[in-house]
């Protein structure tokens, strides 16, 4: 299953780089650093403080376990859950802010396309995520949670 995972991964990370270049971007035209360690660092510090790193560190392995508890089974699906809604609530109020300044300096149009650049990326770094880490996670814990409940 982890190479499930990884594979599916995978496939996602080369269909976005063809995607970019067949659109004639760079790579790099999508990476911003603050806007990452936004996206990544802070939805997963908020998770760890609500759950506990302990909870945290068994929610990302659970699903990939053919020994773990329906307990332990249920308290991931719940911190996936709340991680999801925790991700795209982050990625809304990252677009208000960056809409917010763009319209503080509407007047200077040079400004204007890199900032709804910025904006946005964090909408893409939030599906991003979603499609690397919550959905497929989320799809493997349900599957361990169907095993248990039919072996019972």
Known sequence: MLLNYFLAVLVLAFSFAGTVFMS???LSGYLDIPSILI???FPFVYQCLLFGVSTVKTAFT???KKDAAMEQLTKAQLFFKSYSK???ITALAVVL???I???KYLEDRTALGPN???AFL???YGGMLHLVIIIPNSVFLKKRLIELNMDI
């Open 24 to 26: 004639g971007g760079a």
């Open 39 to 41: 996206m990544v660092f």
């Open 62 to 64: 659970a699903g990939f």
């Open 86 to 88: 925790v991700i795209w």
């Open 97 to 99: 802010i960056g809409m």
């Open 101 to 103: 300044a763009i319209l």
């Open 116 to 118: 709804f650049a910025l």
């Open 122 to 124: 964090s909408l893409l």
